[in-house]
């Protein structure tokens, strides 16, 4: 396997890690952290953390066999950047209903997601 697929595996590997764990953070506190981003119910952050495990697992299947199908990674970075996107929504949005932790939870997020998409777009960049 080339460098170039490496390095594209490499921010897949960290992606799913990141999401998975986040996730299970998510399972976890899912009463804290609804509390935190003003929600009336720990509902959207159960389904959320159900997404990012069916997320975490394609990653893992992707890095696991090296098949690497543009398409498929450019859907991935989509993913991750529409991610980015509403997270800059919601916090524009609600800003006044976040906590200080929701803030901060909602960003390092988003910042991370953010790192992510960048890391895979220069590792699908050179393996073209």
């Known amino acids: 396997m080339s460098n170039d697929t490496q390095l594209l595996l490499r921010a897949l590997r960290l992606n799913a890690f990141f999401s998975g764990t986040c996730a299970l953070i998510m399972f976890v506190t899912a ?7 003003g929600l009336g119910s720990p509902l959207p ?3 959320t953390a159900a ?3 069916l997320f975490a697992l394609q990653l893992a299947n992707i890095v696991r066999t090296g098949s690497i199908r543009s398409w498929e990674i ?3 970075i989509g993913g ?6 509403a997270s800059i ?3 524009a949005m609600y800003f006044e209903s976040l906590t200080t932790a ?9 910042v991370a997601v953010l790192f992510f998409a960048v890391q895979q777009i220069r590792g699908l960049s050179a393996t073209r």
């Open 51 to 53: 997404f990012l495990v």
């Open 80 to 85: 991750d950047i529409a991610w980015v996107v």
């Open 102 to 110: 929701g803030l901060i939870i909602v960003d390092v997020v988003a």
């Open 45 to 47: 952050v159960y389904a």
């Open 74 to 76: 450019l859907g991935i």
């Open 89 to 91: 929504v919601l916090v």
């Open 31 to 37: 009463g804290w952290i609804s509390a935190q981003l």
